[in-house]
Each structure stands twice: as C-alpha cells, then as structure tokens.
C-alpha cells in the first residue's frame, strides 16, 4: 500500500539574523580634527516568521526546502548611522500547524487562524557604536558591542487539520460519500477499500455558522501497528468536537454492527486515549440496502450505550436529518 500524499509532518531548521557589530570610527573634518567617535550601531538580524496561510493544505513545500535563513543585520557606519536591519524571513504554513522543537518536543507555536503570524525566531539585536562610550576620561572610546547572534532551531512541523467533526469508519463504509453529500467537497468515492488517501475536509454553511468536516481514510483493526493505511491521519480528527462514527449497515445483525464499531474504538484508543473519548455518534450507513436497518439502530445503540443514527449516503435518506443534528450538538467555535 502506498503511503498517503499528503505531507503532514516534516522537520525543518530555521536561524534568525545576527546583529551587525557596532561600528568604531572618529569623525575626522577638515575644521575639527578631534571631531570624536562616531561609530554607529549595528543593524538587527531579520526574524523568522510563520504565518498561516488559508489556501494550503500540506506541508509539502517545506520538504523541498528544510532550511530557511534571515539576513543578518549590517555594521553600523559612520557619522552615526545605523547598519541596515535583515529583512524578516517570512514561512508560510497551512492553517492547523502545529510547531515543535525537535530536541525538548516542547510546542512553541499552534497556528490556527487565517493569516495569524508567530515570530518563531527573533533576530539579534544590533551592538553598540563606539559613540555610545565616549565619557570624560575617554574622548576617543574603542569599545563597541558585537551584534548579537541570531538563533537557530530545529523544529518539526505537524499539521493538524481543524475540523469540527470527524468522520472515522472503516474502507467502504461511505464516508467520502457522506461528505460529498453534506458539502461541496468531490472526494473520489470507490467500491473498493483505501479510496480516500488524504483526509479532506468539507463545509457545511449556514447563514449564522459554517461546520467543518473532516473525511479521513478508512482505520482497520491493527492500524496502529501500520495494518491498512496505518493510524496517522487521526492526528486530522485531534481537534474534532466530535467523532462521526460511519458503519456499513448493509449487512450484520445489531451484535456485528456493535463488534465493528468497538474494534475501531479500540484503535483510536491505542492512537489516543483522548480522541477515543470525543463524543461520539454513530451512523450507520447504506440504508438503501436494508429496511430493517432502523429496527437495529437502538439494539445497537443499547450494546454500545450511544447515539445512534441510520442513514444512506447514495440515497440521500437521513442525511438533512444528519446535518440539523450536527450544527445542533457541535459547538459553534469560539
Ligand atoms: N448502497 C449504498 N452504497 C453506498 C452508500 N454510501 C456509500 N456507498 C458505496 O460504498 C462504496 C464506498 O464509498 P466511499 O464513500 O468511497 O467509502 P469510504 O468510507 O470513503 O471508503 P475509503 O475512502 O476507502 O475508506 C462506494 O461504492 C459507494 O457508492 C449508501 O448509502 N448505500
Ligand atoms: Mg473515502
């Protein structure tokens, strides 16, 4: 099986600019010889900046270039002027990413929001022009202060996609289906496992709230040993208010429905106990195929002591039903 495309993690090392150093240098003119110093401070070093960008959804770029550098702050000069300051290196990132140092995991940056900035590394300040040191008993100072060192580190960057439900299920349960449904999103849409290789999202709009889905790929039993398409897409659904749980209802009694849906739970357990404990509710699906399908919905629901809902994806039945009860139970975000 091939790895999903979608780059959500890659690791990258940044450095800020150094400081220019402070300038020694003594004003020499042709009426005043003794004119004093006049040795400029330094420039400071550029930043390094992330800012989210609404319009990507990967990392991939990134990849390409691991290494990111800001200019260095330029000496200071003469007659008192100033070295030119580094210009700030700007780094564009999706919207969700989350960005840690590589060495101590510590997070130090979670950028959430359309176009919010995060000075990841400060530049170093300019040092001091020798006109800084001029005192009574020193008219002809030769000190100056060396710019300060920009910083470097190396950081791993994680993207988490920020959605307000999520849609977890096994392949083939319908799940891109149902998005297709519920938003303007295509997903490509299969009668075969593993379609969806990349999470994708969809929006439900409202004139008061927009409701943001999340559509990953389909989880096994032994995705966290790697079975399938592995477990590491999950991190998309961390941030859910809450998990859609889809099953294929087309075949089964309630006890195997049951059995499905506790086997995927056990695997979200062992990405995450917290994700395994989002609410949940489960849906299932392909009621097209079987009438009896609601008579099971509350034996099912009784064995796993949650919601459950029936519905079919291709035939549209249940589904505004579906919506109404999403934008109801989910919490608009703050
Ligand atoms: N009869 C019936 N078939 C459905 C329904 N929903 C989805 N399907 C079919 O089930 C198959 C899988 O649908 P997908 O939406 O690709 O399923 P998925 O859960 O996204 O699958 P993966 O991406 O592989 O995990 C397709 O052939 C769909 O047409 C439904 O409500 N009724
Ligand atoms: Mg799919």
Sequence with gaps: MLPPMLRDEVEITVRSGNGGDGMVSF??????????????????????????NPHMNTLGHLVRRPRWRAEDGIKGGYKNSFG???????????????????????????????????????????????????????????????GEMGQELHLKLELKLIADVGIVG??????????????????????????????QLGVIERPDRTLVLADIPGLIEGAADGKGLGHQFLRHVERCALL??????????????AAKVRVLNAELQRFSPELAAKTQIVVLNKLDTRPDLPELAPVVAKLLGCEVRCISGVAGMGVTELENHLLLVVPPRA
Excluded: W
């Design 170 to 199: 096994f392949p083939n349960a319908g799940k891109s289906t149902l998005l297709s449904r519920l938003s303007m999103a295509r997903p490509k849409i299969a009668p075969y496992p593993f379609t969806t290789l990349e999470p």
């Design 27 to 52: 004003l020499r003119e042709k009426f005043r010889p003794e004119g004093g110093p006049d040795g400029g401070d330094g420039g400071r070093g550029g930043d390094v900046i992330l800012v989210a």
């Design 84 to 146: 030119k300051s580094g210009e700030d290196l700007i780094v564009q990132v999706p919207c969700g990413t989350v960005v840690r140092i590589i060495e101590t995991q510590e997070i130090i940056a979670d950028l959430t929001t359309a176009e919010q900035r995060v000075v990841i590394a400060a530049g170093g300040r300019g040092g001091k022009g020798n006109v800084h040191f001029k005192s009574s008993i020193n008219q002809t100072p030769r000190q100056f202060t060396p």
């Design 244 to 257: 859609l749980h889809l099953v294929d209802g087309s075949e089964g009694e309630a006890e195997d429905l």
